[in-house]
């Protein structure tokens, strides 16, 4: 990739994260990100039709840096473990951002943010079943109504207990029994 096209994805995460953090996903124009990112409205509009598309590339680019620390692992790891590895990492994401996740999670577009969010976890997990032959003939539905199942509960359990204050304990008790599900 082009190294300006580098420079200014990244100077928009960044100023989309610092706009986020400040208000709510629906009150953020595209000007305002253009503006806090030091580029221009056609820049951005070469790059993504909307605000909402660049929302799902902000979600990649965030599950980007989730997955090099199970990256490593991710051939290795049963499904379960894979699954408990991607719900701490959204879990350390959310309270290293708490007023991102605020804004996103309790505000009116949260139902938008779960939905591309889900997406792309979904996509990551149906290619973690595919690569697992033994999981796959376990189970006799399709990868992706496994994948849908799996990271709609957890986001909406993210969402709950964000929501009810997100104790790290509460985590780390979802963590424990999602490792002991199929046990």
């Known amino acids: 990739m082009d190294l300006r096209v580098q420079k200014t994805y990244a100077a928009l995460t960044t100023a989309f994260t610092a706009l986020m953090e400040s208000q709510p996903y629906e009150q953020i124009t595209v000007a305002q990100l253009c503006e806090a990112a030091l580029i221009r409205r056609t820049t951005f509009y070469k790059h993504f039709a909307d605000k909402d598309e660049f929302l799902t ?3 990649l680019t965030l599950r980007d840096e989730f997955e090099r620390g199970l990256e490593a692992q991710a051939g290795n790891l049963p499904i379960r473990e894979y699954v408990c ?3 701490e990492k959204v ?3 959310f309270n290293e ?3 991102l996740m605020d804004n996103a999670l309790l505000g009116a577009s949260a139902g938008v943010l779960l939905d591309a969010l889900a ?3 979904m996509r990551d997990l ?3 079943i595919e ?3 033994k999981a796959r003939a376990r189970v006799g539905v399709p990868p992706e109504v496994v994948a849908a199942f799996v990271c709609g509960g957890m986001l909406q359990a993210l969402r709950k207990w964000w929501a009810a204050g997100c104790s790290e304990q509460g985590a780390n008790d979802v963590v424990a029994l999602l490792r002991t599900l199929g046990a």
């Open 119 to 121: 997406e792309v976890m």
């Open 131 to 133: 690569r697992d032959a």
């Open 57 to 59: 590339f902000y979600i």
């Open 85 to 87: 590895g991607m719900f």
């Open 126 to 128: 149906v290619s973690v």
């Open 91 to 93: 879990v350390a994401f």
């Open 97 to 99: 951002h708490k007023r």
